[in-house]
């Protein structure tokens, strides 16, 4: 079974930074994409940033010019850069993967993490 870890959340001060990690795991041979959504308190999950294996990038309005996104397609990771945070920026960070195909054909059309809580306040 395919499965995504998150990593790196936690309380930083307005202006600060935070490096997200997702691990991808599950006897993987393939991942289309992966990417970051967030969901703030009291609001609907929106996409942050996405990378495909190519290495191609989506971001969100909400992420340009502060996030960046990158991975290691050898080790099944993805990474998420937040700089310049702030308040706004609190949500629970969900890692995805697009069409994941494990080494005995499985294909799995989208997964999610179990999300990782980003707080940003003084």
């Known amino acids: 079974q395919v499965q995504l870890r998150e990593s790196g959340g936690g309380l930083v001060q307005p202006g600060g930074s935070l490096r997200l990690s997702c691990a991808a795991s599950?006897?993987?041979?393939?991942?289309?994409?992966m990417g970051w959504h967030r969901q703030a308190p009291g609001k609907a999950r929106e996409m942050v940033a996405g990378?495909?294996?190519?290495?191609?990038?989506v971001y969100g309005d909400s992420a340009k010019g502060r996030f960046t996104i990158s991975s290691d397609n050898d080790n099944n990771m993805v990474y998420l850069q937040l700089n310049n945070l702030n308040t706004e920026d609190t949500a629970v960070y969900y890692c995805?993967?697009?069409?994941?195909?494990?080494?005995?054909?499985?294909?799995?059309?989208?997964?999610w993490g179990q999300g990782t809580l980003v707080t940003v306040s003084a």
């Open positions: 995805t993967a697009v069409r994941v195909t494990t080494m005995s054909g499985d294909v799995y059309g989208e997964v």
């Open positions: 990378i495909t294996s190519g290495g191609s990038t």
């Open positions: 599950g006897n993987i041979r393939s991942i289309n994409a």
